[in-house]
């Protein structure tokens, strides 16, 4: 799908995007940004500023179509919040097919065409290119192509990896009309009950800050243009500490502590991102407990609402002048079906809607994550509270990323070239190597057959009993059996253990609590281990107290993101596994008890970031 184009007196090609027939400076392609900004800026109607400023879920026509009333997700019908709320950023949840998601995407700008001034719409998405699916923080790959997550590449320690698979997500995000990734996620992940571990990049925050760039500079290539998708990095400044390892979306885990001292551990990485030009950076919800910067101690109060931190610490001393977008939800609960998500206002859950977002505002924020509530904020400014030149400044940051994207001159995709691209087969390819070389290696034993060789890698066509193994990867290994004790070898898939929770929405994606494996289990392994050599593959998501596996595991792997069939690859060595541990894994839930939210590792951990076993591939 092609823009309707008018040609000017001059001879150039132009989107007369607000219907008077003549190429205005902001529809000239041949301006800078900057002019073309500070044309539209005061064209805008108040209400057409505010817009700007909110971005919300919105979910796609099954179809293709767009979806004209409210959803499962999305709070109001399309056509109205896009003209009457002037809403011009969105962020999409689940996409089906190819074609569908560039039908939809293609059939949203069109409505925005009918807007006062055609501002195109901008799509931002979730990670959705691995394995994990949480409508809070990710969705899977379908038909993208399919990688580890985060955890996964860090594993593998390469820059120039991580660089490939963020130059094929921006392919695919292009081909279907996302144009903006929230993320990076370039928080530690130094407290092993966090539940949103699987998205960073590990424990250690130099490697972090090495592979955020890299993965950055996939997504927006050399500098922010027409081919490029605008990351958010996030969530600043630093979103692993959490008390317990609870997650702050979430009352009971709103609290962040430094009992280490090491907040600059967190901190490390966003100057890198800065430096090297992310369009946006998103703060968390957390509330930091007891923290000093510099001899200053910082408000208690969710760092989105927090100006020491917005505009002192990131504007001000890191010099960061591009947009800030908070995260999901700080103004209004979120009630879905019959349960609810409370507002994540933390240190000022005694506030206003209206209250919040005026402190939101002073904070330094430039745009509110997973609200559309307009009204608020023009009564904010016809009260006098906030000022139309403070708008103009968010509304300045957020048109020119629109502007360097293109997308005032090109919003549409191909639908037959959307097609092509998501999960081609070289994409795929990439993505299948990645999650098997990625596996790591923590043990493996020498085995108790004459030759005295070690486990892995594994022979094929040996008799295997297996459990949570698709039958097909199964049968690229050996021949299947129903019982340990008719088998050659045994190879179960374990999830790292996790306390399941259902009462607040959202809740049930997020694996939180304690990292033991329940007893009961254990001694079902050790069974099967009395039979056979037993391989064991732990799925880390994030930690785990893998210590009752150790006397029962002849092969004892971790892997963070890899289907079957490339598990299977990496055991028998046709893709030889080179992962290395991206965190430390934990003696006991004692050790992580003892241990401070804030500081990346432990004196004596089980196993040691960096720790993966190299097998020698007979293949």
Not at 60 to 70: F, Q
Not at 488 to 512: G, I, K, M, N, T
């Amino acid at each position: 799908m092609h823009p309707v184009r008018k040609t000017s007196p001059e001879g150039v090609e132009y989107r007369d995007l607000n219907g008077n027939d003549r190429m205005d400076p902001f529809e000239d392609p041949r301006l800078s940004v900057e002019q073309r900004v500070e044309d539209l800026l005061p064209r805008l109607s108040l209400e057409e500023k505010v817009g700007l400023m909110f971005q919300t879920v919105i979910e796609a026509g099954a179809d293709g179509t767009v979806l004209e009333g409210p959803g499962a997700i999305s709070k109001s019908a399309t056509s109205d919040v896009v003209l009457r709320k002037h809403l011009t950023h969105f962020n999409v949840h689940a996409l089906d097919d190819a074609r569908m998601a560039a039908r939809w995407h293609n059939a949203l700008q069109t409505i925005a065409e009918q807007s006062p001034h055609g501002i195109p719409v901008t799509i931002s998405t979730d990670p959705r290119h691995a394995f994990i699916e949480n409508a809070g923080t990710s969705f899977a790959a379908k038909s993208f192509s399919q990688w580890p997550e985060p955890l996964g590449l860090a594993a593998l320690r390469d820059p120039e990896l991580v660089r490939e698979f963020g130059d094929i997500a921006r392919q695919e995000y292009c081909a279907v009309g996302i144009r903006a990734a929230l993320h990076p996620t370039l928080d530690l992940a130094t407290e092993p009950r966090w539940a949103r571990q699987s998205g960073t990049f590990g424990q250690d925050p130099d490697l972090v800050s090495e592979l955020a760039v890299a993965y950055l500079q996939g997504f927006q290539q050399e500098s922010l243009g027409q081919g490029s998708v605008a990351c958010t990095s996030k969530h600043f400044p630093g979103g692993g500490p959490q008390k317990d390892g609870e997650d702050a979306h979430f009352p009971y885990g709103r609290e962040q502590v430094y009992p280490g001292g090491r907040f600059a551990d967190h901190l490390k990485p966003f100057p890198p991102i800065i430096a090297a030009g992310t369009a946006a950076i998103m703060p968390y919800y957390g509330m930091p407990i007891a923290l000093e910067i510099h001899g200053e101690k910082i408000e208690e109060v969710g760092f989105g609402y927090n100006k020491q931190i917005v505009t002192g610490l990131l504007r001000g001393a890191l010099g960061y002048d591009g947009v800030v977008v908070t995260d999901w939800e700080l103004v209004n609960d979120n009630h879905v079906g019959d349960q609810v998500l409370p507002a994540r206002a933390w240190g000022v859950e005694h506030l206003s809607p209206a209250a919040r977002m005026e402190l939101i505002i002073e904070a330094g924020a430039d745009q509110f994550g997973g609200e559309e509530c307009v009204e608020l904020l023009l009564d904010l400014v016809t009260q006098g509270r906030v000022t139309e030149a403070r708008i103009d400044e968010s509304a300045r940051r957020l048109l020119t990323v629109k502007f360097r994207l293109g997308l005032f001159d090109d919003p549409f995709v191909d639908e037959d070239m959307a097609a092509e691209t998501l999960g081609r087969k070289d994409f795929r390819a990439a993505g299948y190597a990645a999650q098997a070389r990625s596996v790591t290696v923590l043990v493996n034993r020498a085995s108790e057959s004459a030759s005295g060789s070690s486990v892995l890698p594994l022979t094929k066509g040996l008799r295997v009993y297996a459990e949570n193994v698709s039958p097909e990867a199964v049968a690229a290994l050996g021949v299947a059996v129903a019982r340990p004790e008719d088998a050659e070898v045994a190879l179960v898939r374990l999830p790292a253990p996790f306390e399941p929770r259902s009462d607040l929405f959202l809740e049930s994606w997020f694996h939180q609590g304690s990292l033991d494996f329940p007893p009961g289990l254990v001694a079902r392994l050790a069974r099967i281990a009395a039979q056979c050599p037993l391989v064991v593959d732990v799925v880390l998501d994030r930690a785990a107290v893998v210590t009752p596996l150790l006397p029962m595991a002849s092969a004892l792997v971790g892997s963070y993101g890899t289907n079957d069939e490339a598990l299977v690859d990496a055991l028998t060595g046709v893709i030889s596994p080179e992962g290395r541990l991206p965190f430390d894994l934990p003696r006991s839930m004692e050790q992580v008890r003892r241990h401070g939210e804030d500081v990346p590792g432990y004196d004596d951990p089980l196993f040691a970031f960096g720790h993966g076993l190299l097998i020698i591939s007979t293949v």
